[in-house]
């Protein structure tokens, strides 16, 4: 069947007229320096594994909050660096925050070390010198001589079961090391217990539970060495309790029972020049069982080339729902972007449909496949508008996902954002709402309406979470009463206006009606006398001083006044009412755009730079994502696609540093993947999207129902960035607005290009 | 059908002209004072729930090896003291060292107390003072007054289901605590993680993991209160790591997820003078979801009464496994001996069969009940072998436990001392052996004789445990290469018998021929120089100096060479031989007896009191239990008998110090079972027990074969303690053995006593 499918698919690469396949494009080094926060291993599309080099391991301190230096390592790996520490199994994808880095191996030779040693001096732990020369990053694929070692280090996977192949010298102690401790976002104690059985001379298992982002997150392994361990052991450094385990045995050498909560161990070879080590290694959320029938149903041989070769044609396979025309650099930044928007949400259940529920219970996913990693706040935005276009039967199982998640919480709410099993509560909104009924007015089917919508309403409604309660109670979130108020009002709004719209559709009149009046609540925010939108306190009042380029204690979060002051996606017309119609609101627009800043301002902020700065509109932050795109409805289209193309064509380069703030599990890359194809989802659950200015030649979305889409940018150079004239199959489209079902149904829009812009 | 049960028993129990069921008999405060290590709380036969009072919790600190205060709370109680501290729902029976304690409950009212508290300041804390006055202890059921708040405690169970019911007086803060730190043989960090879910107004579930006895131990738990909780809360009394979680909410209030590693909670109420708060409190080893189930099959309803009945009724078919005719004092000491020895082992599954492995893999037991608590160097003399005649069923389902167990473990070998998923790896032996050997030679079914002889074997070749690689090498354990080397060689021997005649029954002639060999390894200990059993080195020499009385570094454990001595069950005419013949070998029996000990012999063994030393005979611990039956082996039955009575009349007594060691899961009390009716296995796997002297006047055996056999002394009292005559079935016995088939086969042993030796 498989075998099948990859030769058909192959013979339409072929057919389409592919020099190259789409994979071969990918550059997944983009974005890996500074703050990208994405990493250069080998993963497949939403894989459960994320097989990648470590170039350090920061610890923090317990109370010490935001450090710098941790928050450079959220994916583990900074391209700057000269050492690697590891190769490690988990990893997200662009985060601003990190829990990860499970399961830390690194080959060595000579004497066994087991600590990683500092970047200064490699020498003094197991870490290793590299150079980028030796590197190579593919899709599925990662290598690198660790040259400290003269190891050549490779890897590659399956969604469950990274598969490591360590080339050696000849060494009388050729090790492997597997440190416990480490991780990304790491602090001492973290690592609650961790535990490891050596099965037999090829075979071990264990798994660790931690204390992180994730309140309580476990995590098990099973790997196979392709040659029996000759000695192995292990250290705890943390200190031990009476047991006449330890009195009867030495537990730190060649004993199977290897556990503790500082535990780190070895496994030793002898090698001949050459000679090649592999690992498999398969992750399970359930346990050590579900690894290992992990490991069994995914990989079963030693063929790393072949694996690596499925990875590869899973890739082509997941990246070719969108085929482009245009120059061999747009591509790589496009299809990298495509695939930094398919590394999440990641799959979090064993072949059996095991999975580890949020209420800590193992469950059997009847129906759908579990995913994990949902970071919505971020993702609501563009990457899973995205994914009812591209990844429609996968959009089903993320929202039975959701809905399993949101039967299991003991708040009996959908995730703010999930992580293996835990809500890590980070940021705001309940966005979940906003996945839901996107989905929901598109057509998905593949769940329960009506649990969703039950579902959309008690996250709405639960009073103890972040200012739910008082929003209720007042009709905005008070911000006497709750941080971010203003933020907080205003996305609950837009919530609300899903919920509605989505009750609206299946005839729940009553509830449509409730929800559309609370999606208003963004008037509660809005001061006229200021312009902008502004935190009320309970009183009423609104709360001073008020700066409105500050985003310390103004009541928002990641964005301040100004990039909150045009957060109505639900509603724009009526936003640009409130701002004194299309001219005033193009003229402040323009100067967010036009202004020019103190360095004192965004400097708190983590994910900005200068980079993703054109004034005052921070592109490297998710709330200004919809903002270029406001001005078609103020009637300036043109100024939207000035914008975009400046936006696309210098924030999203072919460079370590490509990306100019986090990738925030693919919101960013979605939105250029949008944007460089020519419209964006400004609001996610109205069923339009809205035209800003293509930057590929062609576009032709393949699509799960059989139909193509193709979007073709005529006349399109560096100069005709305006539109001219936009043609729906042939047939000329009014005004800037794209129907979702004119897409779905397939077709052509046609945006013929020139240099001037129309006004 | 249960009901139909136990009307039938309880008319049985009428026409047995029963005045009073056997657990009316029953004192569980037996032992609970000094080194009985019993505890007084409630329990069904073999349950998985041991719901008992707390009176102190000491802490130990890590490398701080043997401490005496924390020695004392074994078992969690110690009828001395003067406050409790909470009833928690696991303990141990008589052991010398300890794990449990989990899930400490205790209601209070007033301001709400999370730390216990002193003894001497119980104010202090949340802990109260009580008198025994108010104090009742019953099978399955235990109450008490806890002055210090006028509540009135009682506490039921079923399997795997506490029940706890507080009367309050009138209080607008009633409080009910649940200190997840709290255990027995604490120490600062044992927990590793506890996490609790209020899952609503009345449900709770939770779980937490230890680092103890058990290296890595998980309990779980669901509670349900009668009536809705008011308000809760909880303090983590360890560091918390930075997340988004604490940020947002005030976990320490009325939040529903409460976690971290020390972790107490509290729950309250408003209460009128007289009411009662129910909780149902249900353990799993496996999840929270199981520990629901639990409770939903068990306890369904709210009626205190009736579950409390149905223990009694659990109980009292138990107890008349055996029915005895004796003056009510002594049926106290033996139905409670019973009691004692129907604690443990304890059931380890959920009601759907689900059970955590020594794997930590979640296994559905099919076809067994599985079962923990294997304390197998103690129980392998007397207690298992009890077992053998009145627990035909469940010695199958716990050889079929430890042959699971045996497939799960990384080592391949059967239990030391299984404890919950984990094995402690406490003592010596292999005697799981001895269990399964003794089980197959007595004809007991259920389980694959095939797969229980390879475990067998697997257990008795590991070499890495416990120098049983250097036995296979030297034939003995040497002293220069193993602690405890001689009581090592002198058991292994032991085992190694009861693989031989299993094997033989199989007709595995080969197997049985080897392991018969390695049963003589007993000679390489034996001294002649010296006449006693010593250590040898690897060089063939003895190990010098040697000290026969002394317990430190002569290569015993828990006993010294005088006691080792006589270690030699399988071949007590051997062991005679070696000692000379039957003069020598009685007269140093006799000196044994009569020897006036230094004070500082067994000063520093544990598990000794004055009280259970007869000169250097130490019925206080296990090597000794035999001892008494061998002059029958040497001629002299009659010493035997006046050592048995002697034993069996001072020993065990109807009071709170009434057993002068630990009891050792069973161990003590299984043995005055046996010798209180008038024979004892001194050879488990020989199908032959040794007649004593008996003292109780009748006893009956109630088989699950439906046959019951009848132990009668005649003549029996104070003075006549010498069987004169010997009658199996009517016809004289020649000679003081008892075949295990003439047991079973039903029928009666008339022993006739009377006032003289027969010489």
């Known amino acids: 069947m498989k075998t099948n499918f990859i030769t058909a698919f192959l013979t339409l690469v072929t057919l389409l007229g592919y020099a190259q396949s789409p994979a071969s494009y990918v550059n997944p080094i983009i974005g890996t320096n500074e703050m990208g926060h994405t990493y250069p291993g080998a993963t497949v599309p939403f894989g459960m594994v994320q097989l990648s080099p470590e170039t350090d391991t920061i610890q923090y301190s317990v109370g010490q909050g935001y450090v710098k230096d941790v928050y450079r390592y959220c994916a583990g790996y900074q391209y700057s660096d000269k050492t690697i520490v590891g190769f490690s199994h988990t990893h997200f994808s662009g985060t601003g925050h990190s829990d990860l880095g499970d399961f830390l191996m ?34 599925g694929y990662y290598s690198v001589m660790l040259s400290d070692y003269n190891i050549k280090a490779e890897l590659t996977t399956s969604s469950r079961v990274g598969f490591h192949r360590y080339t050696f010298p000849e060494s009388d102690q050729a090790n492997i090391i597997l440190d416990m401790v480490a991780g990304i976002y790491n602090y001492d104690g973290k690592v609650v217990w961790s535990s490891i059985r050596v099965e037999n001379d090829t075979l071990v298992t264990g798994y660790r539970q931690t204390q992180g982002w994730a309140r309580e997150r476990s995590m098990y392994f099973a790997m196979v060495f392709s040659k029996p361990i000759r000695n192995y052991g292990c250290r705890d450094e943390a200190k031990l309790a009476y047991s006449d385990f330890y009195r009867k045995f030495n537990t730190t050498k060649d004993f199977p029972e290897m556990s503790g909560r500082k535990l780190k161990t070895y496994f030793s070879f002898d090698t001949k020049a050459g000679e090649q080590i592999l690992v498999k290694f398969a992750l399970s959320p359930v346990s050590t069982e579900g690894a290992l029938k992990n490991l069994q149903a995914e990989i079963p041989g030693w063929n790393f080339d072949q694996v690596r070769q499925q990875a590869e044609n899973d890739w082509n396979k997941e990246l070719s729902r969108i085929t482009i025309e245009a120059s061999d650099e747009k591509k790589i930044i496009f299809y990298t972007a495509m695939y930094h928007a398919f590394l999440s949400p990641t799959l979090y259940m ?11 219970n193992n469950h059997k996913a009847t129906g759908f496949e579990n995913y994990t990693t949902f970071s919505l706040w971020d993702t609501y935005r563009a990457l899973h508008p995205l994914f009812t276009l591209v990844q429609q039967k996968r959009t089903s199982d993320m929202i039975n996902s959701m809905l399993a998640h949101q039967q299991q919480s003991v708040h009996h709410i959908l995730p703010v954002w999930s992580h293996h099993a835990n809500d890590n509560w980070c940021m705001i909104g309940y966005h979940a709402v906003s996945v839901i009924a996107d989905a929901y007015m598109k057509g998905i089917t593949g769940f329960d309406p009506a649990k969703a919508l039950n579902a959309c309403i008690a996250s709405a409604t639960y009073a103890p979470n972040d200012g739910i309660g008082d929003y209720m109670k ?9 941080s971010n108020a203003a933020s907080k009002t205003l996305e609950y709004a837009y919530d ?28 509660y925010t809005w001061d006229a006398g200021t312009g902008f939108m502004r935190a009320r ?13 500050s985003t310390e204690r103004q009541g928002f979060i990641e964005g301040n006044a100004w990039n909150y002051s045009l957060y109505v996606p639900q509603d724009p017309l009526k936003l640009i009412a409130l701002h004194g119609g299309n001219k005033k609101f193009i003229a402040h627009l323009d100067s967010l755009f036009n202004v020019k800043l103190d360095e004192k301002h965004f400097a708190e902020s983590e994910d900005i730079t200068a980079a993703g700065l054109i004034g005052n509109y921070v592109h490297g932050n998710e709330p200004s994502h919809h903002v270029p795109y406001l001005y078609v409805f103020a009637g300036a289209p043109w ?33 250029y993947v949008f944007s460089s194809i020519g419209f964006y989802p400004v609001c996610p659950g ?9 930057s590929v030649e062609k576009a032709t979305f393949n699509f799960e129902n059989g139909k193509q889409f193709t979007v073709k940018a005529t006349n399109l150079n560096d100069k005709n960035i305006y539109i001219q004239r936009i043609l729906l199959n042939g047939k000329p489209l009014n005004g800037y607005i794209l129907k979702h079902e004119d897409i779905m149904n397939g077709g052509m829009l046609e945006l013929v290009m020139g240099a001037k812009a129309k006004k």
């Open 106 to 139: 690194m080959p060595t030779t000579g004497k066994v070390q087991l600590n990683p040693g500092t970047a200064t001096h490699p020498e003094s732990g197991y870490r290793s010198r590299f150079s980028h020369d030796t590197e190579v990053a593919k899709t």
């Open 350 to 360: 064993d072949v059996d449909g095991m999975y580890r529920g949020l209420d800590h």
């Open 474 to 482: 007042y009709g905005y979130v008070p911000a006497d009463k709750s």
């Open 496 to 523: 609300d206006y899903c919920i509605s719209q989505m009750a609206a559709k299946m005839g729940k009149a009553d509830i449509a009606a409730g929800y559309a009046k609370r999606a208003e609540a963004y008037n």
């Open 537 to 549: 306190k309970s009183d009423g009042t609104f709360q001073s001083p008020f700066d409105p380029l």
């Open 639 to 671: 100024k939207t696609q000035e914008r975009i193309h400046q936006i696309v064509n210098t924030m999203y380069r072919n460079a370590t540093d490509g990306l100019c703030g986090n990738d925030d599990c693919g919101q960013m890359s979605a939105w």
């Open 686 to 694: 109205s069923n339009e999207y809205v035209i800003g200015s293509p």
